[in-house]
């Protein structure tokens, strides 16, 4: 453990859903990099849902920055959150890089959430953990790392 390391120096925000009502259907983060990270954590937020929603939310995995090859990550969703006891939850995934298809050359990675039913409340992060090479670096609409 290093003492004098700061959270961020080793925690990136990479990419973010940011806070939207969510109408029936799928949003996702950009692609990332997740080689510059030995692991990912993506942290998924609800507000209030619609009648009878439902969230769910996973991490995909592509071979290049536009989704080519796009697939799930095996094991990387969570359990389907809804409305009778979803509104103003958290739900967190955690992935290695050992989760992807490095094999297959599978090296980028984002989040994808899906509403169903009714518009609701969402936000997202997704954060590269462990980085590489320190300081972890953050997406360009990162304003301020006090």
């Known amino acids: ?5 700061k959270p961020s ?3 990136g925000l990479l990419a973010t859903i940011d806070p939207v009502s ?7 983060t950009g692609w990332v990099d997740q080689s510059m990270y030995f692991a990912v954590m993506a942290v998924i937020q609800t507000g209030v849902l619609g009648a009878s929603a439902t969230v769910d939310a996973k991490i995909q995995q592509a071979t290049d920055n536009s ?3 796009v697939k799930d990550v095996t094991g990387k969703a969570i359990t389907q959150i809804v409305k009778a006891s979803g509104d103003n939850k958290q739900a967190i995934i955690n992935m290695k890089e050992a989760d992807l298809d490095t094999e297959g050359g599978f090296r980028y990675v984002r989040l994808s959430i899906t509403v169903g039913t009714a518009a609701s409340l969402v ?3 997704l954060y590269g953990a462990i980085p590489r090479f320190m300081p972890a ?3 360009a609409g990162t304003v301020q790392v006090i």
Request: hydrophobic share 35%; proline share 0%; aromatic share 4%.
């Open 67 to 69: 989704g080519t090859g």
């Open 9 to 11: 120096e080793a925690l």
């Open 22 to 28: 969510q109408g029936a259907g799928t949003v996702t």
């Open 1 to 5: 453990m290093f003492t004098n390391q």
């Open 123 to 125: 936000a997202a992060q």
């Open 137 to 139: 670096s953050n997406q």
